[in-house]
């Protein structure tokens, strides 16, 4: 079987390199879209890459926003091109996002729904993702299909003790709250320092990550100008590097502002440390009730209780093993493997010796 990821975000993503190697193992051949054509891109690249399936997974990617004369352009062409693109190539879609990430745009939603609807199938990384993408875009929940998000802390050198790290990386002693990944304003990194400043809650903020870009990495250096118990560490996170962080912190905090599924808290969960996070955020499924998980309502609400509380549960990888056997990639490639055998009618081999020892 041979299937094509689209788009290729190998390089910022690790999630579609893990899913490859993985699927590789239950006989599934992955090939990844690394061109851009102009005028119809998805259709001209099928085109000249022949699979039986197409792995849709982040559309945007073809209808980028360049903030120049052609941004609606490229917007408005998406449906047209996805629909001639797959008129001979079924094509699946992992549900990584509800609705594109800093974008309210009237194309972004029209064109995540066309993406979503004219799918032969849907995977979605929670139960509670699955019945907001019915409820969101009308999506028959018969072509859902739910597949946790995979285990990326096998792609880091494991922990080291806490002191170490923090020794290492330059941090202080005491509590320490870490915010990782790349900082957008989606994530809510402003509304978080501006707690620290008025609330000074008794613990340090790491926040360490890539800016979007220098005017928001300007935004963030601001908001936390003279506040000794903010720390940033803005720019790209190597593996080696964020195993250290992730060592270093007491406790993961999230504040997204919306978010439908998250890679990082999920590598958290894997880490074994503790993470704070919206109670609004329902989607992300972090197999709770834990101990190391603890939901907030509001930053000027009941958030210093719950850091006060999840700061007395400390990090433990070697608890967190239950975790990542869950959401090991060999349980997630079979599961997505079967995903791509129905839509393509191709039984397993093993699916083939169940039927005759039933028919027997």
């Given amino acids: ?19 490859a190697d993985a699927l590789v193992a239950v006989g599934v051949h992955v ?35 360049k903030r120049d004369w052609w941004d609606g352009f490229r917007r408005a062409r998406f449906v047209p ?3 001639l693109a797959t008129r001979h190539t079924p094509f699946v879609l992992t549900a990584h996002n509800l609705l594109e990430h800093n974008e309210r745009q009237i194309f972004a939603h029209t064109n995540y729904a066309a993406a979503y609807r004219q799918a032969r199938l849907v995977f979605a990384h929670s ?126 905090l999230f504040n997204y502002r919306t978010i439908f599924t998250s890679g990082a808290a999920s590598l958290a969960r894997s880490w074994g440390l503790p993470l704070l996070i919206p109670a609004r955020l329902t989607t992300v499924d972090l197999a709770e009730p834990d101990p190391r998980v603890a939901r907030f309502d509001r930053l000027d609400g009941d958030f210093t209780n719950r850091l006060a509380t999840i700061l007395e549960t400390k990090p433990d990888y070697a608890g967190a093993a239950p975790w990542r056997e869950q959401t090991a990639w060999s349980h997630i490639a079979k599961l997505t493997a079967a995903g791509y055998r129905e839509v393509l009618g191709v039984e397993s081999s093993a699916e083939k010796a169940g039927a005759i020892t039933a028919w027997r």
Avoid at 8 to 18: A, F, H, K, N, T
Avoid at 31 to 40: G, H, I, P, T
Avoid at 48 to 59: E, F, I, N, T, V
Avoid at 141 to 164: C, F, N, W, Y
Wanted: net charge negative.
């Fill in 1 to 19: 079987m041979n299937v094509l990821f689209a788009p290729d975000w190998r390089q910022g993503v690790p999630y579609q390199s893990l899913l």
């Fill in 31 to 65: 090939d990844f879209l690394s061109d851009y054509k102009r005028v119809f891109p998805l259709t001209r690249l099928l085109q000249q890459h022949p699979a039986d399936l197409l792995h849709l997974h982040w559309p945007e990617a073809y209808y980028p926003r």
């Fill in 81 to 83: 091109d996805l629909t």
């Fill in 127 to 252: 139960a509670v993702a699955a019945a907001e993408l019915t409820r969101v875009y009308g999506i028959s929940e018969t072509k859902i299909r739910v597949v946790p998000h995979g285990d990326l802390s096998v792609m880091m050198p494991p922990p080291v003790p806490q002191a170490q790290a923090r020794a290492l990386l330059g941090l202080p002693d005491g509590p320490l709250c870490l915010m990782f990944g790349a900082v957008e304003p989606y994530k809510g990194h402003e509304e978080v320092i501006a707690h620290w400043r008025q609330a000074q809650p008794g613990a340090s903020l790491v926040i360490a990550g890539k800016p979007r870009d220098a005017a928001y990495a300007a935004t963030i250096h601001e908001a936390a100008r003279n506040l000794p118990s903010v720390v940033l560490r803005l720019g790209w996170l190597a593996d080696a590097n964020l195993a250290l962080y992730l060592s270093a912190a007491d406790v993961a």
